[in-house]
């Protein structure tokens, strides 16, 4: 069965299959998605939420130095909490994809959380990994993308690094793009953004109950 629909129109048409093996190879995959009735009314939170001023800065691991972290990272974020029909909507797309993923490559994902994030104009995110490797907390990164006529000239695109260290490809976050990549393999960067840039970051763990607590954060550790 595809999961994913096709018809795409800017990237290619991806079905469960083939993102999985875009998963077994480079680690990572891109698609769009086509539910345009969940898509706009995440959209629609987003900006909402983004207007309330609901979104706080976001962290690095246990970091509090906040220089540090705006070298680092300049977005804002709000934890999805299931509370709306559109986050519903979303955790149910995510949960269909983790059986989905597990029932092929057997990656043993076991929980969902996701927070939106808005990009202010000006705003990145420097070069990281989601997840130290050996600590197997995230394991699957997903990001979604929620800003319609994104233009290459707006930046906030997001970079991925090959093994070597080269640049893999860089993705606009147009409007119902989803980004898929392993989170200890794949390191990658969010370059400057020049407008409001909004998204949802989300992150398949494993079940990490068995590991020691130091393990077991659910804030973003770093790479150097
Ligand atoms: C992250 C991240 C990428 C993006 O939140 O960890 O890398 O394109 N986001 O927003
Ligand atoms: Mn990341």
């Known amino acids: 069965m595809s999961l994913l629909p096709s018809g795409l129109t800017g990237l290619p048409a991806f079905d469960i299959d083939t993102l999985c093996d875009a998963l077994a190879g480079p680690g990572f995959a891109a698609m769009r998605l086509v539910d345009t009735e969940m898509l706009t009314a995440l959209r629609h939170e987003a900006t909402e939420l983004w207007q309330d001023e609901a ?49 092929r490559l057997m990656l043993g994902l076991f929980a969902f959380e996701a927070h939106y994030a808005v990009y202010e104009a000006g705003a990145f995110y420097k070069r990281h990994v989601d997840s130290f490797r050996g600590a197997r907390n995230r394991v699957l990164s997903t990001v979604l993308y929620l800003n319609p006529d994104w233009r290459e000239g707006d ?13 893999l490809t860089e993705l606009r976050p147009e409007f119902g793009t989803l980004a898929v990549f392993l989170s200890e393999e794949v390191p990658h960067e969010v370059t400057i953004s020049h407008r409001e840039r909004f998204s949802i970051a989300g992150w398949h763990r494993c079940n990490d109950r068995g590991l020691a607590p130091a393990l077991q954060s659910r804030a973003l550790p770093i790479a150097p």
């Not at 300049?74 to 269909?96: C, H, I, M, V």
């Not at 930046?155 to 640049?167: C, E």
């Open 55 to 103: 979104l706080t800065p976001a962290g690095i691991g246990r970091a509090e130095d906040h220089e540090l972290i705006a070298r680092i990272r300049r977005d804002r974020t709000k934890w999805l909490d299931g509370s709306t029909p559109a986050q519903t909507a979303y955790l149910a797309f995510a949960e269909t994809l983790r059986r989905d993923i597990n029932a």
């Open 155 to 167: 930046g906030g695109h997001l970079r991925i690094y090959g093994p070597d260290d080269s640049v």
